[in-house]
């Protein structure tokens, strides 16, 4: 027996601006799924990395019923996920391939600034402090995000490093 297309859910982070990413609930359970098996983990690991005492939760996010929290998108992060590809698919999946793919070339200061003073509003709006080098990660991801975006997508990616931090 086939089962039923289930009803694909999207949630606007932010309605009040027209260039919203629509997030879908379904991709990004999905895409969890995929971090958790490159990073190594199961279920019952990430839920442990999190702070949970259960894989429940989990389960609902990876099945696309409950739009993950922040503290499994930290979480994630903090293990090496990029949090754009994580919650729009856009981008590579690991930080690490991020850094790989940093051109040698020196950095644009007023660029580097700006991905600077991103990471620690978003630090600061969510009163959380985050490991150098995790920090460091951090940091080179929105500062390649904002090769790729104009002036008025600092706001996407302000929201973005607040989900991560």
Known sequence: MKRPERERRTLPPDTSTPESVQLDVVE?????????????????????????PSKRGIQENESGNTMPGGQIIGTLVCAGVNANWLLTGEGSMLLAELQAATPTAPFETARLQLALEAVEEGLAATSRTMPPDKKAELILAVYDLLDDVDATSKGKILRLVKLAA
């Open 28 to 52: 990004i359970g999905a895409r969890i799924k995929r971090a958790r098996a490159a990073l190594g983990l199961t279920q019952d690991a990430l839920a442990v990395l999190a702070g949970s």
